[in-house]
């Protein structure tokens, strides 16, 4: 077992012995930005002597789990890791300039991090020794609780990686705020130690581990503690918002829309003194059972197309985070400990349910 990983940013080290070489396949923030936790990552790998090949998208990847754009061609610039600006963008290397694929990361337009995972395994560093894991991340914010893991593109490229027969670790730093350089270089120091550990210590009944470290300056001398996933579900329509309707009480979805030409005020049962149908069943004295958001019995037949854009509120969500049981992912990186959570890649059947089916008659 290799007792370090080598980063192949840069040209390897000469002078020692081949450790485990490892691909990042995505550090990209909402927004289009890269992850400000990437170069310190990275740069933490080099340091312990790890080989790194780094692959991420062009374009903010947020919420696409472990899509691919199958209508889109993919294209990879190499670019030098030093053209990368402090905001997040890149500077476009000049059209006559040669690539240096012992130094440079891979932009790739119209990626994902699934993508970026199978270019990098397969495509784009043909040159370098075999990857040995690939860590997808570090996500700029957490990723706990079901939804978050099965919507994350940090996550997607961990599985993506796993689906290529290897082993994966998604890694987030759990904060969007902007955090001293101090909390940054701490939490790379860690995510390097918990990576290192569960590579030399790896469980074969695991397929990918999960990892969220909390953003504090004392991260090194908290707790790191295997959990389990905290199950969430949706309770309303949240996600998407429809353009040109008023969101009532912070709400998108069926009770943010218009019923009969007048606002859904589902909590409290009436808006701009007319009564909601869907709670005693009348709208404008007419029948109207539940409409579920779609214009009857108004100002005029619906029309044929509505555009919704996307309005997460996710409100709901956080308050159910941080009301989480101990033991969880949530739980534990929320009171400031780092949360490793030990995955397999698969959405598994549920047991004893085989044999016939029996229909009713």
């Not at 080989?51 to 061609?73: C, L």
């Not at 970026?116 to 560093?125: I, T």
């Not at 290897?166 to 350089?181: L, N, T, V």
Request: glycine share 10%; charged share 20%; proline share 6%.
């Amino acid at each position: 077992m290799p007792d370090r990983f080598t980063a192949r940013c840069i040209r390897p080290y000469q002078s020692r012995p081949r450790g485990l070489n490892g691909l990042v396949p995505w550090a990209l923030m909402p927004h289009t930005r890269l992850s400000p936790y990437l170069r310190p990552l990275v740069d933490t790998l080099q340091e312990k002597g790890h080989q790194v090949s780094v692959a991420i998208p062009a374009s903010s990847r947020s919420w696409i789990g472990k899509a691919h754009i199958i209508e889109a061609s993919l294209t990879a610039t190499y670019v030098h890791r030093d053209s990368f600006n402090a905001d997040g963008t890149w500077n476009e290397p000049e059209s006559e300039c040669e690539s240096n694929p012992e130094t440079d990361w891979v932009v790739i337009r119209n990626g994902t991090p699934a993508s970026c995972a199978q270019l990098g395994l397969y495509n784009l560093f043909t040159d370098r020794a075999p990857i040995d894991l690939v860590i997808s991340g570090p996500n700029h914010g957490r990723n706990a609780s079901t939804i978050y893991n099965l919507s994350s593109g940090t996550v997607g490229g961990a599985l993506e990686a796993v689906f290529c027969g290897k082993k994966a670790i998604a890694i987030s730093f759990g904060s969007k705020d902007e955090q001293p350089k101090d909390v940054i270089d701490a939490a790379a120091r860690l995510a390097v130690r918990v990576v290192e550990h569960l590579y030399s210590h790896w469980d074969e009944r695991v397929e990918l581990y999960n990892i969220n470290v909390p953003m504090r300056v004392d991260v090194e001398e908290r707790p790191v503690l295997y959990t389990r996933t905290l199950p969430y579900y949706w309770n309303r329509g949240c996600l998407y918002a429809e353009e040109g309707k008023k969101v009532v009480n912070g709400v998108n979805g069926v009770n943010g829309v218009h019923v009969n030409g007048e606002t859904n005020g589902e909590t409290n049962g009436e808006t701009n003194g007319e009564t909601n149908g869907e709670t005693n069943g009348e709208t404008n004295g007419e029948t109207n059972g539940e409409t579920n958001g779609v214009l009857v019995n108004g100002h005029g037949p619906a029309p044929r197309q509505r555009q919704f854009k996307w309005s997460a509120d996710l409100s709901d969500m956080k308050k159910t985070l941080q009301e989480s049981e101990v033991g969880t992912d949530a739980h534990t990186v929320l009171n400031g400990s780092t949360s490793v959570t030990a995955l397999r890649a698969n959405f598994w059947h549920v047991p004893d349910l085989d044999g016939p089916l029996h229909l009713d008659s």
